[in-house]
C-alpha cells in the first residue's frame, strides 16, 4: 500500500514505509521518501511557505536562464521540496552535465537522487560533491541513508560515524543512525539513538515522530503517542496520534507476503 494519509505530510513516514516493507508491521508498501535531513544550507529557504509558490518563483528564473546553476540548483530544490521528484532530478541532472566542477550543485543532485529511489547513483554523486580534505558532514550523512538503502548498514554506519566526528551530537545524524538500525530490525539501539538525536537543541518533528514509530514497535504505544503528540497544536497532535495508531494496529497481524518480501529482496525498500 502507499500511505497517502496525514501522516505522509511528514518525514517520518518514509520511517513507516520502511519499516512495513522490512517486515516489522503486518503490511507492505512500494512508498519511500526521505528519512534523512536535508543536504541543506540556507541557500535551501524557500521564499514562500507554500512550495507550490516556491516552484513558480525558481521556475520561472530557471526558464529565463537554464545555464544559470543557482537558478537549477534552487529550482531543483523547490521541486523537491514540493514532491516532484523526477522533475527535480531532470533539472539537476541537466545542470550537473553542464556545470560538472559544482560541489554544490553535485549535492543537490545528489539528494534528489536519493529522494528518487536512486540510490547508487545518489552515491556515486554525492562522492563527486565533496573531497577527503574537505568533507561535508550532511552529504557523509546523505551518503549514509543511500547505503542503508543499498542493505549495507555496516558501511553506511561508518558514514554517519564521519559525520559526527565533524558535527558531534548533530541530530539529523543521530537520527539517520538510529533509522539505520531500525532498519535493521535492532530496536531498542534505534532507540538510543533516536532519544539522543531529540535530546539535542535544533531537533525537529522529523526525529520525534520516528522515535514515537520506534516505540511504539517495540509495545509501548502510550508513550509512543506521548511522543508523537510533541508541542504541536492539538488537532494535528490528535491527527498524527490516530495515523501512528492505525500503523502499529498491525504490527502484529501476520502478514503472508513479510517473510517471502523479506527473503526475495534481502535489502531496504526503494
Known amino acids: 500500500m502507499r500511505i497517502t494519509t496525514r501522516f505522509a505530510r511528514f518525514p ?6 520502511a519499516l512495513l516493507s522490512a517486515g516489522l508491521c503486518g503490511c507492505q508498501t512500494s512508498a519511500m521518501s526521505d528519512i534523512t ?3 541543506g544550507t540556507g541557500s535551501e529557504t524557500m521564499p514562500d511557505a507554500d512550495p507550490r509558490r516556491a516552484v513558480e518563483i525558481y521556475g520561472e528564473r530557471y526558464r529565463a536562464n537554464p545555464d544559470d546553476a543557482d537558478a537549477a540548483l534552487h529550482y531543483g530544490q523547490a521541486l523537491r521540496a ?6 527535480a532530478v531532470a533539472v539537476l541532472e541537466h545542470a550537473a552535465i553542464a556545470h560538472s566542477g559544482d560541489k554544490a550543485l553535485l549535492a543537490g543532485y545528489g539528494r ?3 529522494d528518487n529511489g536512486s540510490f547508487q547513483q545518489a552515491f556515486d554523486v554525492l562522492t563527486r560533491a565533496h573531497t577527503p580534505d574537505d568533507p561535508d558532514w550532511r552529504i557523509l550523512s546523505v551518503q549514509g541513508t543511500a547505503l542503508d538503502q543499498l542493505g549495507r548498514s555496516e558501511e553506511a554506519r561508518q558514514y ?5 566526528k565533524i558535527a558531534p551530537d548533530e541530530p539529523s545524524v543521530l537520527s539517520n543512525l538510529g533509522l539505520s538500525y531500525a532498519l535493521s530490525k535492532d530496536l531498542p539501539k534505534a532507540e538510543d539513538y533516536l532519544r ?16 514515537a514509530l520506534v516505540v511504539g514497535l517495540q509495545g509501548r504505544f502510550s508513550e509512543a503517542e506521548s511522543i508523537v503528540k510533541g508541542a504541536e497544536p492539538a488537532a494535528e497532535a490528535a491527527g498524527n496520534v490516530a495515523y501512528l495508531r492505525q500503523l502499529l494496529s498491525g504490527k502484529d497481524k501476520p ?5 517471502k518480501s523479506a527473503a526475495s529482496e534481502g535489502k531496504h525498500p526503494d
Not at 514540493?82 to 522533475?87: I, V
Open 196 to 211: 539522543r538525536a531529540h535530546g539535542r537543541p535544533g531537533a525537529g518533528v522529523r526525529v520525534r515522530q520516528n522515535l
Open 255 to 259: 502478514n503472508a507476503n513479510s517473510k
Open 37 to 39: 535531513g536535508a543536504l
Open 160 to 164: 554517519y560515524a564521519k559525520a559526527l
Open 112 to 114: 534528489a537522487l536519493v
Open 12 to 17: 517520518a513516514c518514509a520511517l513507516v514505509a
Open 82 to 87: 514540493a514532491g516532484q521528484r523526477s522533475q
